[in-house]
């Protein structure tokens, strides 16, 4: 690389050889094109970092730019800040060190030979903060025809920051702790509302809400920064009548006079002075009026009254439907009251429904008041007994009452019924009583037994000169009471017979089967509806299962009568198999094994297994137990047994596996098929 000197006397000899050569090859390099400032120099920033660029121009025949330089002075001059970087650049930040004010950036291009020319750009920074400001406080209330309202706002107070006031941002709003820009220390340009300067101080508000409205105003530097206080200001505004309130009305209709008194209310300019009344005006009469924001009359007679009540506050608003001013004020509050002493009329309807002889009925009439929809009862109570009516579930219906008695609950006799009802207005009436005679309902009969199957030749026909029938299974119907064992696996038929008392039969009734399994808390239920035929019989299968209780019963129907059956008990006797791993067993030899499995239903054995004894027998001899085995969970069993005594020899053995009853085995005692060893 070639020395400074040597460089410096290779410039001075091509000068000399080539004057003309002079100006671009030994120049000092020009000043930076375009030097300006982010945001423009004229405008203030509130940050003291600035963001400066400018263009390289084009040197030409000079030396290359080995070094770029800016420094920053302040108002009078003075140098605060310098910065030099190496080789060209075009772009860099430059961080103002002293208070807000007036700077300027200079930026200059250095070559070998020496630095060029200064290119120049203001630096304007305020952080500083203005004085507070805030709108002007109005007269009393703002009224309807106050509006549009003009919002005036007072000036800052105090030194203004070197920026000066840009202008005023404005919100208005129901809170007081309400900010009419987004960030705590700077408004944007668009929230700022008033944007002329600082005598920029009014606005107009078109609407406002009723009630208290807060104004809430920051002055606004030029460059951005808002009051450190936010300036509030309230607005009350009473745009509206006063409320009245009618107390003391009754819910409807009503059997005694009624004292009513309006209350008023006013949000804005209030009920006290200025001539504030409030007013009654019963059935359009003259108007009982105090003043103020209450007063009471009261409505007597029987009919149906209306009664108008309205106020004036002490703005002069009122609500009582006349003209002032050419403005129609708005109709008054109206509620109605009825009033009616008279008692209902109560009757019975003596005549009986066949289709339902327990429905008890009575009309009840109102003339003025009408029957009451909500109130009413019939009770019963056995004939001559003087005893208290015992109240039945009553149905208050339009114009009637309606209970149905349940008969079924009552002993045999006479019963009297009476009936009271009510009108809208509260006033009751009692019907003259009637008597009826029970049963109302025609007892029934239900029997239940275990049934067979019997079969029939159905449908014959010949063909070819034979004659040909289908055989049809039909449910035995001859019921047997009582109980009975079945095989695991096997299911069984229940029949019945439901009668009335007379021994009709009671064809089409729904009759429900109850399968009771187990007992406490491990019990099992399964319900089944079966249908009577026209002959009042009915049959149903019942499928596989545990041993259980079968039950019957009738809920009964409008016109007969509950019944239930006497249960049956249905047993099912437990399934085991067994086998044996051979036919002969040696004495002292190789033991035999007994294995095989207990079959049940879900749930019915127990993680921990289910006992069962394993028993033997000979020719004369019962059969004795000779062990106690538990089987798995799955109801698997298996148990070795050696032949020791020499007795056995020549002797034929006949074994069985014997399930026997426990408390909470759902099934009856069972053995497996005997298996056959002999001793050798």
């Not at 119907?477 to 109980?483: A, N, V």
């Given at each position: 690389m070639m020395a400074r000197g040597a460089l410096l006397a290779v410039v001075t000899a091509l000068a000399l050889a080539s004057p003309g050569a002079v100006g671009s090859a030994g120049a000092r390099p020009p000043a930076p094109s375009g030097l300006e400032v982010e945001g423009g120099q004229e405008a203030w920033h509130r940050v003291n970092r600035f963001h400066l660029s400018w263009g390289l121009p084009d040197t030409g025949f000079s030396l290359p730019v080995s070094a770029t330089d800016y420094l920053v002075r302040n108002a009078s001059g003075t140098v605060i800040a310098e910065q030099r970087f190496g080789g060209p650049i075009e772009r860099t930040d430059v961080q103002v060190p002293g208070p807000p004010g007036l700077y300027t950036a200079e930026v200059w291009l250095e070559d070998m030979v020496g630095g060029g020319p200064h290119a120049a750009v203001a630096l304007r920074y305020d952080?500083?903060?203005?004085?507070?400001?805030?709108?002007?406080?109005?007269?009393?209330?703002?009224?309807?025809?106050?509006?549009?309202?003009?919002?005036?706002?007072?000036?800052?107070?105090?030194?203004?920051?070197?920026?000066?006031?840009?202008?005023?941002?404005?919100?208005?709003?129901?809170?007081?702790?309400?900010?009419?820009?987004?960030?705590?220390?700077?408004c944007s340009e668009t929230e700022t509302d008033l944007r002329g300067g600082i005598g920029d101080d009014s606005m107009p508000i078109a609407e406002l809400p009723e009630g208290e409205s807060h104004v809430?105003?920051?002055?606004?530097?030029?460059?951005?920064?808002?009051?450190?206080?936010?300036?509030?200001?309230?607005?009350?505004?009473?745009?509206?009548?006063?409320?009245?309130?009618?107390?003391?009305?009754?819910?409807?209709?009503?059997?005694?006079?009624?004292?009513?008194?309006?209350?008023?209310?006013?949000?804005?300019?209030?009920?006290?002075?200025?001539?504030?009344?409030?007013?009654?005006?019963?059935?359009?009469?003259?108007?009982?009026?105090?003043?103020?924001?209450?007063?009471?009359?009261?409505?007597?007679?029987?009919?149906?009254?209306?009664?108008?009540?309205?106020?004036?506050?002490?703005?002069?608003?009122?609500?009582?439907?006349?003209?002032?001013?050419?403005?129609?004020?708005?109709?008054?509050?109206?509620?109605?009251?009825?009033?009616?002493?008279?008692?209902?009329?109560?009757?019975?309807?003596?005549?009986?429904?066949?289709?339902?002889?327990?429905?008890?009925?009575?009309?009840?009439?109102?003339?003025?008041?009408?029957?009451?929809?909500?109130?009413?009862?019939?009770g019963v109570r056995a004939a001559g007994s003087g005893d208290r009516?015992?109240?039945?579930?009553?149905?208050?219906?339009?114009?009637?009452?309606?209970?149905?008695?349940?008969?079924?609950?009552?002993?045999?006799?006479?019963?009297?019924?009476s009936a009271t009802g009510y009108?809208?207005?509260?006033?009751?009436?009692?019907?003259?009583?009637?008597?009826?005679?029970?049963?109302?309902?025609?007892?029934?009969?239900?029997?239940?037994?275990f049934g067979g199957e019997?079969?029939?030749?159905?449908?014959?026909?010949?063909?070819?000169?034979?004659?040909?029938?289908?055989?049809?299974?039909?449910?035995?119907?001859?019921?047997?009471?009582?109980?009975?064992?079945?095989?695991?696996?096997?299911?069984?038929?229940?029949?019945?017979?439901?009668?009335?008392?007379s021994g009709s039969p009671v064809p089409g009734a729904p009759v429900r089967i109850l399968e009771l399994s187990g007992r406490g808390p491990g019990s099992t239920a399964r319900v089944e509806t079966v249908g009577t035929d026209s002959d009042g019989r009915f049959s149903i299968r019942l499928p596989a299962g545990p041993s259980r209780e079968i039950s019957a019963d009738f809920d009964g129907s409008r016109t007969l009568t509950r019944s239930a059956a006497t249960s049956l008990r249905l047993g099912v006797r437990a399934k085991v198999r067994m086998?044996?791993?051979?036919?002969?067993?040696?004495?002292?030899?190789?033991?035999?094994?007994?294995?095989?499995?207990?079959?049940?239903?879900?749930?019915?054995?127990?993680a921990d297994g289910r006992t069962l004894s394993l028993q033997f027998r000979l020719p004369g001899i019962p059969w004795t137990e000779f062990r106690t085995v538990r089987t798995d969970r799955r109801g698997r069993f298996r148990y070795a047994y050696r032949f020791s005594d020499d007795d056995s020899r020549g002797a034929r053995f006949q074994f069985r596996a014997h399930v026997p009853a426990q408390g909470d085995w759902p099934y009856e005692p069972g053995s497996s098929g005997p298996v056959a060893v002999l001793g050798i």
């Open positions: 952080d500083s903060r203005p004085p507070p400001a805030a709108a002007r406080q109005p007269d009393g209330w703002i009224g309807r025809a106050d509006f549009p309202h003009l919002i005036r706002i007072e000036h800052p107070q105090g030194p203004l920051p070197v920026s000066g006031i840009r202008g005023y941002a404005v919100s208005v709003d129901r809170s007081p702790d309400g900010r009419p820009c987004e960030s705590a220390s700077s809430h105003v920051v002055a606004v530097s030029g460059a951005g920064v808002s009051s450190a206080a936010v300036g509030d200001t309230v607005l009350r505004v009473d745009r509206t009548d006063p409320v009245s309130h009618l107390r003391g009305l009754p819910d409807g209709w009503t059997n005694r006079a009624v004292a009513v008194t309006a209350a008023a209310a006013d949000s804005g300019s209030g009920m006290v002075g200025g001539g504030a009344f409030t007013a009654i005006r019963i059935d359009g009469g003259t108007p009982t009026v105090a003043d103020g924001d209450s007063v009471s009359a009261t409505v007597i007679g029987d009919g149906i009254h209306r009664i108008a009540h309205y106020a004036q506050d002490a703005a002069g608003n009122v609500n009582d439907g006349s003209t002032r001013n050419g403005v129609r004020n708005l109709a008054p509050a109206v509620a109605t009251v009825g009033i009616d002493r008279e008692p209902p009329e109560v009757t019975f309807i003596t005549s009986r429904d066949p289709a339902d002889p327990e429905l008890i009925r009575a009309w009840v009439t109102d003339l003025l008041a009408g029957p009451s929809d909500a109130r009413g009862s019939i009516f015992q109240p039945l579930p009553t149905e208050v219906l339009p114009n009637a009452l309606r209970a149905r008695w349940d008969s079924e609950a009552y002993p045999p006799g006479r019963y009297e019924f009108d809208a207005a509260g006033n009751s009436g009692v019907a003259a009583p009637i008597v009826l005679s029970n049963p109302l309902k025609t007892p029934t009969t239900l029997r239940i037994g019997t079969f029939v030749w159905q449908n014959c026909s010949r063909s070819r000169g034979r004659r040909r029938c289908h055989r049809e299974a039909v449910s035995g119907l001859e019921s047997r009471p009582g109980s009975r064992i079945v095989p695991y696996g096997r299911g069984t038929l229940v029949s019945g017979l439901l009668t009335t008392a086998r044996v791993s051979a036919a002969t067993a040696r004495v002292g030899g190789r033991p035999v094994v007994f294995s095989g499995r207990v079959f049940s239903g879900p749930g019915a054995i127990s």
